[in-house]
């Protein structure tokens, strides 16, 4: 069975690819492989963060394909994040495992965003991009030495509408947000959230979050790779890899997904997920074990009002 649909529409008409490369804990020299394999073979959906540090990298590989005529401006999907300092102890490994990872969002406050867009832009080398996020709903001074519990994320959302509005960007989402966060933000909203990307796959199905931006037309997106021995037995069934399997239950899910890999083999393979689809039954195998666990606690957010998973801390 073959799945035509590779695109969602989001609330305010842009079509966003359901599979996209995703970049996170991606080195500059790695990204421009990564980046180059991914567009050949078919992704038109790159998502990075400034936070990243490989904005640079993935905006000058862009624009070699595009000089080279590979590739054209208007057919891609460039998503990025408001600005934000990444330190890593131990880096992570693919399964999102760590024992030091801070994300230090420091451009929430509204007057920020719209420079922490340019400032990316200029890194990318581009005059708009095609989604941008808030990276976390949870503030940090510039100098990343205390918390900032005075911007809320109905504030930040106000600076990410300014930036929407004057073209900058063609949809505003949010990213590591809850239920509660999402309602909020929507209460004061001139511009509905487009997009929500957070941790989704098969072990943390976020049934409720999902319901919500279902009601509320907003479209979530997963970076996701799992294991099981269910999904072993579904890869075997349809002759694919247990990732290939994963990707294509959030997809059934109708839910966009962000694989990372700079395996240029694995980056293939987990784009080759259009060609088949998950039966109810497989979903319902998939679904038995009933493990629920979230992998990224995000220990840094730990205290501050906005924390997203406060009440899970609890537990």
Same mark, same amino acid.
């Given at each position: 069975?073959?799945?035509?649909?590779?695109?969602?529409?989001?609330?305010?008409?842009?079509?966003?690819?359901?599979?996209?490369?995703?970049?996170?804990?991606?080195?500059?020299?790695?990204?421009?492989?990564?980046?180059?394999?991914?567009?050949?073979?078919?992704?038109?959906?790159?998502?990075?963060?400034?936070?990243?540090?490989?904005?640079?990298?993935?905006?000058?590989?862009?624009?070699?394909?595009?000089?080279?005529?590979?590739?054209?401006?208007?057919?891609?999907?460039?998503?990025?994040?408001?600005?934000?300092?990444?330190?890593?102890?131990?880096?992570?490994?693919?399964?999102?495992?760590?024992?030091?990872?801070?994300?230090?969002?420091?451009?929430?406050?509204?007057?920020?965003?719209?420079?922490?867009?340019?400032?990316?832009?200029?890194?990318?080398?581009?005059?708009?991009?095609?989604?941008?996020?808030?990276?976390?709903?949870?503030?940090?001074?510039?100098?990343?030495?205390?918390?900032?519990?005075?911007?809320?994320?109905?504030?930040?959302?106000?600076?990410?509408?300014?930036?929407? @509005?004057?073209?900058? &960007?063609? %949809?505003?989402?949010?990213?590591? $947000?809850?239920?509660?966060?999402?309602?909020? !933000? +929507?209460? #004061?909203?001139?511009?509905?959230?487009?997009?929500?990307?957070?941790?989704?796959?098969?072990?943390?199905?976020?049934?409720?979050?999902?319901?919500?931006?279902?009601?509320?037309?907003?479209?979530?997106?997963?970076?996701?790779?799992?294991?099981?021995?269910?999904?072993?037995?579904?890869?075997? @069934?349809?002759?694919? &890899?247990? %990732?290939?399997?994963?990707?294509? $239950?959030?997809?059934?899910?109708?839910?966009? !997904? +962000?694989? #990372?890999?700079?395996?240029?083999?694995?980056?293939?393979?987990?784009?080759?997920?259009?060609?088949?689809?998950?039966?109810?039954?497989?979903?319902?195998?998939?679904?038995?074990?009933?493990?629920?666990?979230?992998?990224?606690?995000?220990?840094?957010?730990?205290?501050?009002?906005?924390?997203?998973?406060?009440?899970?801390?609890?537990?």
């Amino acid at each position: 069975m073959v799945i035509e649909e590779r695109t969602i529409t989001l609330s305010n008409g842009v079509k966003m690819p359901m599979v996209g490369l995703g970049t996170w804990l991606t080195s500059p020299a790695e990204a421009k492989v990564a980046v180059k394999v991914a567009i050949e073979a078919g992704y038109r959906l790159i998502d990075t963060a400034a936070a990243y540090d490989n904005e640079g990298a993935i905006g000058e590989t862009i624009k070699e394909l595009i000089q080279a005529g590979k590739i054209n401006r208007g057919e891609l999907f460039i998503t990025t994040k408001v600005g934000s300092t990444l330190i890593c102890g131990n880096l992570m490994e693919f399964h999102w495992r760590t024992t030091s990872l801070q994300l230090w969002v420091s451009h929430l406050h509204p007057d920020d965003v719209e420079d922490a867009l340019r400032e990316s832009l200029g890194r990318l080398q581009m005059d708009y991009v095609d989604l941008y996020l808030a990276h976390a709903p949870t503030c940090f001074n510039h100098d990343v030495t205390a918390q900032n519990p005075s911007v809320k994320v109905q504030d930040t959302w106000r600076g990410l509408e300014s930036v929407y @509005k004057k073209g900058l &960007t063609k %949809a505003i989402g949010v990213s590591n $947000y809850n239920c509660e966060q999402i309602e909020r !933000v +929507l209460r #004061k909203a001139t511009v509905p959230i487009h997009n929500c990307q957070v941790e989704l796959h098969l072990y943390w199905p976020q049934y409720e979050l999902h319901d919500v931006c279902k009601r509320k037309l907003v479209w979530p997106e997963a970076p996701n790779d799992l294991d099981d021995s269910n999904v072993k037995v579904l890869a075997t @069934k349809y002759t694919k &890899t247990p %990732a290939q399997i994963l990707l294509r $239950y959030l997809i059934d899910r109708n839910i966009a !997904v +962000l694989p #990372k890999s700079v395996n240029p083999l694995r980056i293939v393979e987990n784009f080759q997920v259009f060609d088949f689809a998950l039966t109810m039954d497989d979903i319902r195998l998939l679904e038995s074990a009933g493990h629920h666990k979230r992998l990224f606690m995000a220990d840094f957010m730990e205290g501050h009002p906005e924390d997203p998973f406060a009440a899970e801390r609890k537990h």
